[in-house]
């Protein structure tokens, strides 16, 4: 099974400022990676897939890259509406694994 | 406008079953893998199975082996998720989720049910 290490576990942010997420995995595959957004009292919703594509209506600010077990979520400039907790997934194989969460809260 | 609509919350006994549903709108049902996702309270999302709805051949995590089915019913465009033998563990929010590409197992979760909460307690 892949492995998927997130980091920070929380992360505090001002309004404004930018923020970096990382998600490792424990073996190499290529692009096959989603991340999620999640507010409290809701579903998951898609963000990024194959590593660095924006899904339909996500904001230009939300951006993936991948550099060989390493994917990274930034957002430039964090809106009110950003805080909230962030999941990788992978789909390269089965069975399908998610990381455990980084939460970015208001600093 | 394409959506999966879940059957309602579900308080059951240690030991008892729950079958959930996951009704589709929207879109060709047969066409897109629906999975599973769980999220036990206040914890992460945890994969649990998949179901391919043309042909019925599901797939899932080793640790729900043979105590959790997927099924499904074409002629309502519904899938189900049914969990035998439950245990306080198991107190969680399941919801059901859309693959983004159509005739595949693995993409990316685009469109989530609105999740059915499980509560498991004596």
């Known amino acids: 099974e892949i492995v998927m290490t997130q980091s920070p576990a929380t992360l505090s942010v001002s309004p404004g400022e930018g923020a970096t997420l990382s998600c490792r995995a424990s073996?190499?595959?290529?692009?096959?990676l989603a991340w999620y957004q999640q507010k409290p009292g809701q579903t998951p919703r898609l963000l990024i897939y194959l590593a660095s594509i924006r899904a339909p209506g996500i904001p230009a600010r939300f951006s993936g890259s991948a550099s060989g077990t390493e994917f990274t979520l930034t957002i430039s400039s964090l809106q009110s509406e950003d805080f909230a907790v962030y999941y990788c997934?992978?789909?390269?194989?089965?069975?399908?694994?998610f990381g455990q969460g980084t939460k970015v809260e208001i600093k | 406008q394409v959506q999966l609509v879940q059957s309602g919350a579900e308080l059951k006994k240690p030991g008892a079953s729950v079958k959930v549903s996951c009704k589709a709108s929207g879109y060709t049902f047969s066409d897109y893998y629906v999975h599973w996702v769980r999220q036990a309270p206040g914890q992460g999302l945890e994969w649990m199975g998949c179901i391919n709805p043309s042909s019925g051949v599901s797939k899932n995590a080793q640790k729900f082996q043979g105590r959790v089915t997927w099924t499904r019913d074409t002629t309502t465009s519904t899938a189900y998720m049914e969990v035998n033998r439950l245990r306080s563990d198991d107190t969680a929010i399941y919801y059901c989720?859309?693959?983004?590409?159509?005739?595949?197992?693995?993409?990316?979760?685009?469109?989530w049910g609105q999740g059915t909460l499980v509560t498991v307690s004596s």
């Open positions: 073996q190499f595959f290529t692009s096959n």
């Open positions: 989720a859309r693959l983004m590409v159509p005739g595949v197992m693995g993409a990316a979760f685009d469109i």
């Open positions: 997934q992978q789909y390269y194989d089965w069975p399908w694994t």
